[in-house]
């Protein structure tokens, strides 16, 4: 029987990290991946023509290059090829009255498009964004740390020393706050508190939804100091600069590797049975880079304290993704200006976030959707055949089950029926603000929430999330109480993924945190 230190299942982003780290520290590592390539819900194919490559899912790897992970594997990444494509102009909302408003990495250009709506929201913009690099010093450190632990203990106290009382309790105000409430205490303009709150739609915040405001500040501030970061080529940059890395440590990657269950011996995981009846052994660790649900589908042995709250881990509302091949990029109506910019959101005020929230909650097709519009060609030119572009867009919120559709229009009560209206539906949305998008498509695919599971069945529900982030299931209590540092039930067999604390993006938070415990720093 083959055996190694230690067999990771699933490739997506947080089982390669730790791969990586594992086999870099010198353990014999295995990672075993269902679907025919690595990356899970970070892959880029040519989904539409020839020649234009698409990011399927993740496209924002500003979370990777700021992690600990990269800093700590830099280096070897790049040997592996590795390359990133800086953006200044990271994110725009326009509005329906034919203005916008965007964030640049240039302080005084993003201060006085905010002036033009409020003198006021742009001298405290200003100001947010000077205390950014020392606040973000602590809560970017209580998000990579494990939680709980001795470190966010330590952490907590030298702000205390540091910065005082005063400002921890406006700290833990707003990691419990709705994203209404903590911009409405900061800004007076409904337009930059809209381009804001956007973000939080990107998770599963609606505006109202208590514990979302720390995502709309995080991301707002941080593409003002940092910018934003694409992979260059696609985001799967980063997938195949890892598994470059682990091949190059002696670990081995394989897909079309089904794992039918996690063995156990003695109250040990002992390695996996695959779905070709072969049986690998782990002398040190099986790392699942599973959803909870899938995770005690094949670990049948983990006790009922456990698979009993993780039968009930709750995904978030369903995601449709669309990629376009096109031949120019949108004309966008507020200005030539926005086409610099990675991200368009088309949300423009509350109320239609609040609107397509609580109605795809509710089983409704939302009448009018939130979009986040990506242009990548914009910045990395090398995704499309020359002069052409690509075009990423992210439709939030979703039912995954629909009982009805708010606008009456659509009578199909299942996804690959209701898909292709839809996403026409979504191309009109576009089409109010970039007049002509539909003569400039050459090709289109559209994933929607039923596709996406069928992609990624870590995604359930088609929340390309895998998993709510509301406070019953963040932090503490992220994937389920008592559960927050990877472990599991089973000695010897751990869980890592966006369904765990510090959740989802490509910060790669959980995979680096276990493989350090593991292997050390």
């Not at 086999?23 to 194919?45: F, N, Q």
């Not at 409405?184 to 939080?200: C, I, K, N, T, V």
């Not at 869980?495 to 490509?506: E, L, R």
Request: with cysteine; hydrophobic share 45%; net charge neutral.
């Amino acid at each position: 029987m083959q055996q190694v230190d230690a067999i990771v299942v699933g490739a997506g982003v947080n089982g390669l990290a730790a791969a990586t780290h594992l086999a870099e520290r010198g353990w014999s590592v295995l990672v075993l991946e269902k679907a025919d390539a690595p990356g899970g819900a970070v892959r880029t194919e040519e989904a539409t023509l020839p020649g234009f490559r698409h990011d399927l899912c993740a496209m924002n790897l500003s979370m990777f290059a700021g992690s600990a992970f990269y800093a700590t594997h830099k280096q070897a990444l790049h040997a592996q090829g590795l390359d990133f494509v800086g953006v200044a102009d990271s994110f725009a909302t326009p509005f329906v009255d034919g203005r916008w408003l965007g964030v640049s990495t240039d302080l005084a250009a993003t201060s006085a498009r905010i002036a033009e709506f409020s003198s006021a929201d742009a001298a405290a913009w200003r100001a947010m964004a000077a205390s950014f690099p020392s606040d973000a010093a602590y809560i970017g450190g209580l998000l990579g740390k494990p939680m709980p632990s001795l470190a966010v203990v330590k952490l907590m106290f030298r702000a205390w020393r540091e910065k005082g009382l005063d400002w921890m309790r406006d700290m833990a105000g707003m990691l419990v706050s709705s994203p209404r409430n903590y911009l409405d205490r900061h800004f007076e303009s409904p337009q930059l508190r809209a381009m804001m709150a956007a973000w939080g739609m990107h998770l599963d915040f609606g505006p109202d939804i208590a514990g979302g405001a720390v995502f709309p500040y995080l991301e707002s501030m941080a593409n003002q100091a940092f910018g934003m970061v694409l992979g260059k080529g696609g985001a799967d940059a980063v997938i195949r600069a890892m598994c470059g890395v682990i091949g190059a440590r002696g670990g081995r990657i394989e897909c079309n590797a089904e794992v039918t269950a996690i063995t156990t011996r003695n109250g040990k995981a002992a390695g996996v049975r695959l779905n070709d009846g072969r049986e690998i052994s782990a002398g040190r660790a099986v790392i699942a880079n599973l959803h909870p649900r899938h995770l005690i589908r094949l670990a049948p042995d983990l006790p009922t304290r456990f698979t009993a709250p993780a039968s009930k881990f709750r995904a978030g509302p369903g995601t449709m993704m669309i990629h376009m091949a096109l031949d120019s990029l949108p004309d966008w109506q507020a200005g030539e200006d926005l086409k610099r910019f990675a991200y368009v959101h088309l949300a423009p005020d509350y109320a239609t976030m609040s609107r397509v929230y609580q109605q795809s909650i509710s089983g409704l097709l939302p009448d009018e959707p939130v979009l986040v519009v990506g242009q990548p060609t914009a910045l990395d030119p090398s995704r499309a055949p020359e002069g052409k572009h690509v075009l990423w867009v992210q439709v939030r919120t979703l039912p995954y089950d629909i009982a009805s559709d708010a606008a009456g229009k659509i009578s199909a009560r299942n996804w690959d029926q209701a898909k292709g209206p839809y996403a026409e539906r979504a191309i009109d949305l576009i089409e109010r603000y970039a007049p002509g998008l539909r003569g400039k498509i050459l090709g289109m695919a559209v994933q929607s929430p039923l596709d996406l599971e069928w992609m990624n069945p870590n995604l359930v529900g088609g929340d390309s999330l895998s998993g709510s982030h509301h406070l019953d299931q963040n932090f503490l209590f992220r994937p389920m109480p008592g559960w927050s540092r990877w472990k599991t039930p089973l000695s010897d067999l751990y869980q890592v993924g966006a369904s765990t604390w510090p959740g989802a993006g490509t910060g790669v938070g959980s995979g680096f945190m276990l493989a350090q415990y593991l292997a050390g720093k």
